[in-house]
C-alpha cells in the first residue's frame, strides 16, 4: 500500500489486487498496465507478473494497520468487479474496508453492473456504509449506462471520474451523483481532451448540485497542460458526505 499518492483526489491506495484486463477504450492507454509491464519478468518484484491478475491476501490487513483517517483509493493497478476475482475474496476486502471505519475507502469500477449485483446482495439493499464510496469510470457517452447501475446504489457517496475523457457525454442527469471527478488522458499516445466536453459537465455539475473537481488536461505527462479549465481551478470536493467522526482528519 501506498501511504501516499500522487493522484489528486485521494490521500493513498492499497492494491489487495493487480492486474486487469480491457473493458473499452478508456483502457486502451492504461497507466497501471504500462507501468506493470515494464517489470515483467524481473524476479521478485511486486509485479514480476506483469499487468496478469493476481489476488494479494497478505495485503488484506495494510489499512487497519493505518491508524491515520485517510482517503484510500481501492485497486489503483486494479478492478475490484474483475469477473475473474471470486466473491469471497471480494468479501475480504469488504470486511476489511467496514472494519477500518476510520478511513474513506474509494472504490471505482468500470464493471458497473457486477459492483451492483455485489452491493445489491451484501446489503441487501441497505445503505452502503457512508465511509465506502462506490464510483465508476465513464470515458464518453458510449458508457454512461454504468451511471444508471451507480444510481441503483443505496448510498449517499456515489461518485463518477470521467477520466479519460475521450468524448463529449451529452445531456445526462447527475442528480443524486456526490462527486465528478474530469480529467484528460496522459500518457504516450495521450488522446486530447476538448474544452468543451468538461465545460458541459461542469455545468451539468452545477445544475445537479454535484462537486465538480477538474484533475488535469493531460498530455504526454499528467501535469503537461495544468488543469486550469477556464482560468481558474476546480476542487469541488463532497464533504457532506464524509462521516462527521474523520471529517476533519482527512488532507482534502
Known amino acids: 500500500?501506498?501511504?501516499?499518492?500522487?493522484?489528486?483526489?485521494?490521500?493513498?491506495?492499497?492494491?489487495?489486487?493487480?492486474?486487469?484486463?480491457?473493458?473499452?477504450?478508456?483502457?486502451?492507454?492504461?497507466?497501471?498496465?504500462?507501468?506493470?509491464e515494464r517489470w515483467r519478468g524481473v524476479p521478485d518484484h511486486p509485479y514480476q507478473q506483469g499487468f496478469d491478475l493476481k489476488l494479494w491476501p497478505s495485503r488484506l490487513e495494510h489499512p487497519v494497520r493505518w491508524r491515520k483517517p485517510r482517503m484510500i483509493f481501492v485497486n489503483s493497478m486494479s478492478d475490484l468487479?474483475?469477473?475473474?476475482?471470486?466473491r469471497s475474496f471480494i468479501d475480504r476486502v469488504f470486511d476489511v474496508m467496514e472494519r477500518a471505519d476510520w478511513h474513506v475507502f474509494q472504490v471505482l469500477t468500470k464493471r458497473s453492473s457486477l459492483m451492483r449485483n455485489y452491493v445489491h446482495a451484501r446489503y441487501d439493499r441497505e445503505?452502503?456504509?457512508?465511509h465506502?464510496?462506490?464510483?465508476v469510470s465513464v470515458e464518453d457517452s458510449a458508457h454512461v449506462n454504468r451511471?444508471?447501475?451507480?444510481?441503483?446504489?443505496?448510498?449517499?457517496?456515489?461518485?463518477?471520474?470521467?477520466?479519460?475523457?475521450?468524448?463529449?457525454?451529452?445531456?445526462?442527469?447527475?442528480?443524486?451523483?456526490?462527486?465528478?471527478?474530469?480529467?484528460?488522458?496522459?500518457g504516450p499516445g495521450a488522446r486530447a481532451m476538448q474544452p468543451d466536453w468538461a465545460r458541459q459537465l461542469r455545468?451539468?455539475?452545477?445544475?445537479?448540485?454535484?462537486?465538480?473537481?477538474?484533475?488535469?488536461?493531460?498530455g504526454p505527462r499528467p501535469k503537461s497542460n495544468g488543469r486550469l479549465l477556464d482560468d481558474a481551478?476546480?476542487?469541488?470536493?463532497?464533504?457532506?458526505?464524509?462521516?462527521?467522526?474523520?471529517?476533519?482528519?482527512?488532507?482534502?
Open 1 to 36: 500500500m501506498a501511504q501516499k499518492s500522487e493522484i489528486e483526489w485521494t490521500d493513498a491506495t492499497w492494491n489487495p489486487v493487480t492486474g486487469c484486463s480491457k473493458v473499452g477504450p478508456g483502457c486502451d492507454n492504461c497507466y497501471a498496465e504500462r507501468f506493470a
Open 81 to 86: 468487479f474483475h469477473k475473474n476475482i471470486d
Open 127 to 130: 445503505a452502503v456504509p457512508q
Open 132 to 135: 465506502i464510496w462506490l464510483g
Open 147 to 186: 451511471i444508471s447501475h451507480l444510481k441503483s446504489i443505496n448510498s449517499e457517496a456515489r461518485f463518477i471520474s470521467f477520466e479519460p475523457l475521450l468524448g463529449p457525454i451529452a445531456e445526462v442527469n447527475l442528480r443524486g451523483i456526490a462527486w465528478a471527478i474530469v480529467g484528460g488522458e496522459s
Open 203 to 218: 455545468d451539468i455539475c452545477k445544475r445537479d448540485n454535484v462537486e465538480f473537481f477538474f484533475k488535469q488536461w493531460g
Open 233 to 252: 481551478e476546480w476542487n469541488g470536493f463532497p464533504r457532506h458526505v464524509v462521516p462527521e467522526a474523520i471529517l476533519e482528519s482527512l488532507v482534502t
